[in-house]
């Protein structure tokens, strides 16, 4: 099993920036894909951005390519989620997930964090 804890949300303008981080502990990182999922106020949760296990590999949602960059320290046992030119739709909760098996569906997550809020304002 492992456990996810995100941090770095926050408020800031739009066309601004965030990094949000995922910090695991208990079973070996290494061993999972992690992604990055987003749910707006009132709206079902979205994926946002997967990474391989070694982090060689990458995926990311069209409203998101060219903005946000996902990125793993399997040492530091943390995932990243690089977050630039934001825009108020970015507005809502960002969950990180790990899970044995790729892709961008949120059932093939096993283990979630509790979450950051993100608030972008116009």
């Known amino acids: 099993q492992v456990q996810l804890v995100e941090s770095g949300g926050g408020l800031v303008q739009a066309g601004g920036s965030l990094r949000l981080s995922c910090a695991a502990s208990?079973?070996?990182?290494?061993?999972?894909?992690v992604g990055w999922f987003h749910q707006a106020p009132g709206k079902e949760r979205e994926f946002v951005a997967t990474i391989s296990r070694s982090g060689g590999s990458t995926d990311y949602a069209d409203s998101v390519k060219g903005r946000f960059t996902i990125s793993r320290d399997n040492d530091k046992n943390t995932a990243y989620l690089q977050m630039n030119s934001l825009k108020p739709e970015d507005t809502g909760v960002y969950y990180c997930?790990?899970?044995?098996?790729?892709?961008?569906?949120?059932?093939?997550?096993?283990?979630w964090g509790q979450g950051t809020q993100v608030t972008v304002s116009s």
């Open positions: 208990g079973r070996t990182f290494s061993f999972y894909y």
């Open positions: 997930a790990a899970g044995m098996v790729h892709g961008i569906g949120s059932y093939k997550y096993d283990y």
